[in-house]
């Protein structure tokens, strides 16, 4: 059993940023794959980045490429979410995850954070 503590969110203006930790007790096991979700009021819960852990390739949704960075510390069991240039519509609780397959789909991810709420004012 993972879980999961995030931490790092807050409330700050656009185009300012935001670095989100996610510290893991229990064992991470080289072939997970360590995800970044967020949710915004009233709607579904998004993909936000990926990384696999034993082997630290990424991938991003469009809408965070290029300005979000996803990755992660073994010797510390933590996932990192580095964010900048934040917009408004980054607004959302952010959560991290944990799961066997690499993906943007929230069914493949077994353990979650609580998540950490993120607010960009503009």
């Known amino acids: 059993q993972v879980q999961f503590v995030e931490s790092g969110g807050g409330l700050v203006q656009a185009g300012e940023s935001l670095r989100l930790s996610c510290a893991a007790s229990?064992?991470?096991?080289?072939?997970?794959?360590m995800g970044w979700f967020r949710q915004a009021p009233g709607k579904e819960r998004e993909f936000v980045a990926a990384?696999?852990?034993?082997?630290?390739?990424?991938f991003y949704a469009d809408s965070v490429k290029g300005r979000f960075t996803i990755s992660r510390d073994i010797a510390k069991n933590t996932v990192y979410l580095q964010m900048n240039s934040l917009k408004p519509e980054d607004t959302a609780i952010y959560y991290c995850?944990?799961?066997?397959?690499?993906?943007?789909?929230?069914?493949?991810?077994?353990?979650w954070g609580q998540g950490t709420q993120v607010t960009v004012s503009s």
């Open positions: 995850a944990a799961g066997s397959r690499y993906s943007g789909w929230s069914t493949d991810y077994d353990y």
């Open positions: 229990g064992r991470i096991f080289s072939n997970y794959v």
């Open positions: 990384i696999r852990w034993g082997y630290p390739t990424t």
